[in-house]
Nanobody, 115 residues
């Protein structure tokens, strides 16, 4: 059964850094497109950063220059390095793997940034 599992969330002060990790089953990681999304309380889930089908990256304007998405294919793992965190980055962060028209989601990891 395909799995997507995030880790690395936590509480950090504004200006700090966190790195999120997402391990996915090899059967979907190798053929899918990986990305990170987030959902803050009372808001819709939004894109944070993704790879494209040709391997380039795409970022939300709000995180450009602060967040970096990367991956290690041999480990079936995608990362989100988050620097210069702001209170408005507080949300549950979800890893996503898109395989053609199907989405695989992790359970989410909470990131809380205190001011």
């Amino acid at each position: 059964q395909e799995q997507v599992v995030e880790s690395g969330g936590g509480l950090v002060q504004a200006g700090g850094s966190l790195r999120l990790s997402c391990a996915a089953s090899g059967s979907i990681f190798s053929i899918g497109v990986q990305g990170w999304y987030r959902q803050a309380p009372g808001k819709q889930r939004e894109l944070v950063a993704t790879f494209t089908s040709i391997g380039s990256t795409n970022y939300a304007d709000s995180v450009k220059g602060r967040f970096t998405i990367s991956r290690v294919n041999a480990k079936n793992t995608v990362y989100l390095q988050m620097n210069s965190l702001k209170p408005e980055d507080t949300a549950v962060y979800y890893c996503n793997v898109k395989v053609f028209s199907r989405d695989y989601w992790g359970q989410g990891t909470q990131v809380t940034v205190s001011s």
